[in-house]
Structures are given as structure tokens and as C-alpha cells.
């Protein structure tokens, strides 16, 4: 597949999966969301029909405390206040005394006596209590329909008993989950599931029924709630549809954000390919001055880049482009190609410094020692001492790895410098990390340099700070005489800036080299007056 169809194909499968990214983490939110929602509604329903049935309990406790008065009492005699206190008070469908495992009387007319078993249709549970209820299938006057029992057993075997209707939970239950087709059952102890709901049979394709049970703190009462799993989608769907519209206009942001990316990052590179291709990168030379020696002893390569239409492109927009998008060694590849053809006819004197900037990845990169020896290679006749410069705009990683590449050059004679000393936050990490020859102060602390007799602390601090490591120091940056004699009265040798000479192309180098190379940097009368302002 040619490289070019390649490349849109993979950019159209990131631009697609940038689009898809906020619609897939949406519709994951949305079904937890669904499943939240859900529970929260499982969780207010259960607590609203355990506090029903809690107070439907004390009621039934109530009325058992309230039959304690009918203790020895024969049935005969209270037969009728039986009754009257069973219908006067609510929910219950019977109350009565037990003798034993019997019940003695009962308030419901027309009961036959008969056991405790006979009329709830289950034995009895074996509590081991005086005190117990449970929720029963029916009772023997009203076999179909659920109830609750409680009973009160005394040690000499009278006992009470009270049963409430289940129709009254029943129709609060059916009232809960009616609207959301829940099914609820509760259950008193480990008796009968007094339940509401229809079971679904046709199991949803998405969703499957979420179960909540909880208990009551106060009483042996369980409720169990079932959201089906159409009750879910329904509640998926009501998100979805608040969700969807604010999910696709992300969506389509992100295409466009990604779009422009992808866009921007491929014509980087193609252009600084194609710049490459075409010659449109060229290399200017700013001398550098020796004040020992009291001449141009060197020069730094920069890089620049004009357009076939004659636009300039900045090296600092094209360099951290280069860098971001992996193109800086193709490009600083480039650069020494062009400077072994530039220097081909170059007069100077053996030992003149050339400076490279080598950004981080270059350093990184397997073959980074094999390219500068190279590079000594073909520009060996001119017998210049090569001075890498490093920098901080990019973090060298894999430090150890680094400095042995650099010690490797060093012993060739190459030297190693750190650019823009003090600006980044590892100045330091680096000093301790590679053996290094040069330090260049960053014309930022040279800006601040504002008399002779001034105090420029962290400025002076690097200069003490080089010395003590024997390293050798270039200031760069320098456009007044106030900032070249500010320097050279602190011992710094090396001198670069507009002051002394601007970056100029290869040939027009050629030329100054001739002229003024040789001479002493030169403070004209009326710069000199400004070194002493009246
Ligand atoms: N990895 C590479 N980095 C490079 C290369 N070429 C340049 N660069 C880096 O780009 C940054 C901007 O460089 P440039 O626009 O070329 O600016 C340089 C000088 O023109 C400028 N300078 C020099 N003297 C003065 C001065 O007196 N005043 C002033 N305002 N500016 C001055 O400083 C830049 C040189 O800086 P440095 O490299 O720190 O010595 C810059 O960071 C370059 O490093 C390249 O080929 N590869």
C-alpha cells in the first residue's frame, strides 16, 4: 500500500476512534447509570414498605400486650371483647387465647377450636421464645389469602395469639411496584413470602432483573424487591435519551480537535521532509569571541528554513516541531551535511570551534555516536574541535546511557557544552551526569545585568559555580558594551551575541571571517560613554 494512502487510512481510523471514544464511555455510563437508578428506587421502595410493615408489627404486639388482661379469664366470659376488639382495630383478621398448642378462643365467629397448627396450616415454628410471629400461607377460616401471626406464650401454657390480614400488605405492595412492575415479596421470620409482582417471562436481551433484599432493624421482617430487566432498559433508555445529544456533539468535537491534530502533525512532518528534499533548510554562523586571544575563535550553526515563496520559519517553531514529531534527527542529520558542504573552503585556523545543537532524542538515538563521527569525518582537513551543545528543551533520558556515548566522543576531541544554563529545572542533574567542557549562561541572566558595579547574584553564582568545576564559559546573548565588560571583568572568555556578530549565512561568513575575525571585539566611543552615564 503506498505510504501516503496509508497514513490518511490510519488518520481516518484515529479521527473514527476519537468519535467512538465519548459515545462507548457514554453508553458504559449510562448502564451504570440505569443500574443506579434502579437501585435507588429498590432501595426507597423496601425502606417505605419495611417502615409499613414495622408499624403494622407494633400494632400487632400492641394488641397481644392488650389480651394479657384476659389471662385466666375463661373464653366464655370474653368472648365478646374478643370480638369487639377484633373488629374496632385495624388489619387484624382474628385474635385469641392458645391453651397449649390449642386455640382456646378466638374472635372470629363461628371459628371451630382446633390446634394452633390446624389454623395456620403449617406447624408451628420451633422459636424456642415466648415472643414470635411469622407470615403464613392462610389461615384455616381464609386458606387463600396470606397473613402475619403473632403469638405470646406464657409459661403456665396460656398464650395469645393475633393475626393480621395480609390484603392490607398485599394492596401497599401492589401500590409500591405497580408503576415499575416490580415483584416484592416479605417475609415474617421463615414463614410464607407474602409477594405482589408478576415474575416476567420473557427475559430482557440486555438487561437481567436486579435483585435488593434488606431486613428490618427492629423486627424478623425481609423484604425482597425485583427490578426486571425491562424496568432497566426503561430506565437506560431515560438517560440515553438526556445523554445521547450531549455525547454526539463531544463526539463530534473531539473528531474535529483530533482531525486538526492528525492534520497538523502529518504536514509537520511532510514539510520538514519535503524542506529536506528541496534544500530549503540552510545553516547561519554566529561568530563567537575569544577574549583571551582577543579574536573569533569559533562559531554556532543555526539552522534555518525558508519556503520556496520566501517565508521564514523560525527555528524555534520548526525546531520544537521537529521534536514533537520525531523529525529532529532526520533533520539535525541534515544539518551536518550541509555544514561538512559549507566548510569545504573555510579559512580558519586549526582548533576553531564549531557548536552543533544536538536536541535530546538525537542523544537518545542509536546511532547518534556513529553520525558524529561521521560528521568528524568529513570535515577532519579543517581540524576543528566540534562542541556539541545540549539543552533542556527536552528532559535526556536514560542519563548513564548518554554520557558514556558522550565520553565517547569526548575522546576524539569532541567537546560538550550545556546550552541555556539555569533556564530549564535539570541544569543541575546534568552537571552531575555528563563530563562536560562548556557551560552557556542563557541570555536571560545576561539581560539582567544592569551596571558594572551591580550586583547580578545567580549570574555570578554560574560563572563561580564553572570555574570551580573548571568548566569554561560563554555568554551568550551579549548586545551592549555594559553586558561584554560586565562579563570579561568576571573572567568569562567566550563571548556571543548580536553585539559581537549577528547569525549570518555561510558565505557572507566566509567574508567577515577575513575582516574581522581577526580583530578585537571593538566598543565604539558613544557605546563606551553608556558604560559610564553621567
Ligand atoms: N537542535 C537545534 N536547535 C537549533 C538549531 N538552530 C537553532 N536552534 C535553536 O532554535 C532556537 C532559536 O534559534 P535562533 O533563532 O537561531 O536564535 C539563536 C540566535 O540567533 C540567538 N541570539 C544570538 N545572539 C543573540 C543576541 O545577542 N540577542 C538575541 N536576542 N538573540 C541572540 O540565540 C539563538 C541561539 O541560541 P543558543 O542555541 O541557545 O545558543 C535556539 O534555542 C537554538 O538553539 C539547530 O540546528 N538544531
Redesign the pocket.
Known amino acids: 500500500m503506498p505510504p501516503l494512502k496509508r497514513k490518511r487510512d490510519y488518520a481516518r481510523l484515529i479521527i473514527l476512534l476519537a468519535g467512538a471514544l465519548p459515545l462507548i464511555l457514554g453508553t458504559i455510563f449510562t448502564v451504570i447509570d440505569a443500574h443506579h437508578t434502579v437501585r435507588q428506587q429498590q432501595v426507597s421502595a423496601a425502606k417505605t414498605l419495611l417502615s409499613q410493615a414495622e408499624k403494622m408489627s407494633d400494632s400487632g404486639w400492641d394488641m397481644i400486650t392488650s389480651l394479657r388482661k384476659y389471662h385466666y379469664q375463661p373464653c366464655n366470659q370474653i368472648e365478646d371483647k374478643l370480638q369487639l376488639a377484633g373488629t374496632l382495630s385495624a388489619y387484624f383478621r382474628a385474635i385469641g387465647k392458645l391453651k397449649d398448642d390449642r386455640v382456646a378462643c378466638s374472635s372470629a365467629y363461628g371459628l371451630n377450636p382446633g390446634s394452633l397448627k390446624e389454623m395456620i396450616m403449617r406447624d408451628p415454628p420451633v422459636t424456642g421464645r415466648a415472643w414470635w410471629s411469622l407470615s403464613i400461607a392462610g389461615t384455616a377460616g381464609v386458606p387463600n389469602r396470606p397473613a402475619v401471626i403473632f403469638v405470646r406464650q406464657l409459661p403456665d401454657g396460656e398464650g395469645f395469639w393475633a393475626v393480621i390480614d395480609g390484603q392490607y400488605l398485599m394492596d401497599f405492595m401492589e401500590a409500591i411496584g405497580e408503576s415499575r412492575s416490580y415483584q416484592l415479596s416479605m417475609r415474617f421470620n421463615d414463614g410464607a413470602p407474602i409477594s405482589v409482582g408478576k415474575v416476567e417471562t420473557v427475559k430482557n436481551r440486555f438487561f437481567d432483573a436486579q435483585t435488593y433484599q434488606t431486613t428490618s432493624l427492629r423486627y424478623p421482617i425481609s423484604v425482597n424487591i425485583v427490578a426486571p430487566g425491562s424496568e432497566l432498559a426503561r430506565a437506560w433508555r431515560q438517560v440515553l435519551f438526556v445523554f445521547l445529544p450531549m455525547a454526539a456533539i463531544f463526539s463530534i468535537l473531539l473528531m474535529i480537535l483530533t482531525a486538526n491534530w492528525l492534520q497538523r502533525r502529518i504536514s509537520w512532518r511532510d514539510e520538514i521532509r519535503r524542506a529536506i528534499n528541496g534544500r530549503q533548510f540552510t545553516?547561519?554562523y554566529?561568530p563567537v569571541y575569544n577574549d583571551q586571544l582577543q579574536r573569533c575563535s569559533g562559531a554556532?550553526?543555526?539552522?534555518r528554513w525558508t519556503l520556496p515563496n520566501g517565508t521564514v520559519i523560525?527555528?524555534?517553531i520548526f525546531?520544537s516541531a521537529a521534536e514533537a514529531e520525531g523529525m529532529?534527527v532526520p533533520?539535525?542529520r541534515h544539518?551536518i551535511e550541509l555544514i561538512a558542504e559549507d566548510v569545504q573552503d573555510w579559512e580558519v585556523e586549526p582548533g576553531f570551534h564549531l557548536a552543533?545543537?544536538?536536541?535530546a532524542e538525537h542523544l537518545q538515538h542509536p546511532e547518534f555516536v556513529s553520525d558524529m563521527l561521521q560528521f568528524v569525518e568529513k570535515v577532519k582537513h579543517q581540524q576543528f574541535v566540534i562542541t556539541l551543545?545540549l539543552?533542556e528543551?527536552s528532559l535526556i533520558k536514560d542519563g548513564d546511557a548518554v554520557a558514556r556515548k558522550l565520553d565517547a566522543l569526548r575522546e576524539v576531541g569532541i567537546k560538550v557544552a550545556i546550552?541555556?544554563f539555569g533556564t530549564g529545572h535539570c541544569s543541575l542533574s546534568y552537571l552531575m551526569t555528563f563530563s562536560l567542557d562548556y557551560l552557556?549562561i542563557?541570555?536571560g541572566f545576561i539581560n539582567a545585568i544592569e551596571s558594572l558595579g551591580g550586583e547580578t547574584p545567580v549570574l555570578d553564582a554560574i560563572i563561580n559555580l564553572s570555574f570551580k568545576l573548571r568548566l569554561q564559559v560563554l555568554g551568550?546573548?551579549?548586545?551592549t558594551p555594559l553586558q561584554l565588560l560586565y562579563l570579561q571583568q568576571r573572567g568569562v572568555v567566550f563571548i556571543?551575541?548580536?553585539?559581537y556578530a549577528?547569525?549570518m549565512s555561510n558565505s557572507a561568513l566566509k567574508i567577515w571571517l577575513k575582516e574581522k575575525g581577526p580583530l578585537p571585539i571593538h566598543v565604539e566611543d558613544h557605546d563606551a560613554s553608556e558604560l559610564h552615564p553621567s
Open positions: 545553516v547561519h554566529q554556532e550553526a543555526l539552522m523560525r527555528p524555534d525546531i529532529i533533520l539535525t544539518l552543533i545543537n544536538v536536541a551543545e539543552t528543551r546550552d541555556d552557556k542563557d541570555r551568550e546573548g551579549v548586545e556571543q551575541g548580536y553585539y549577528q547569525p
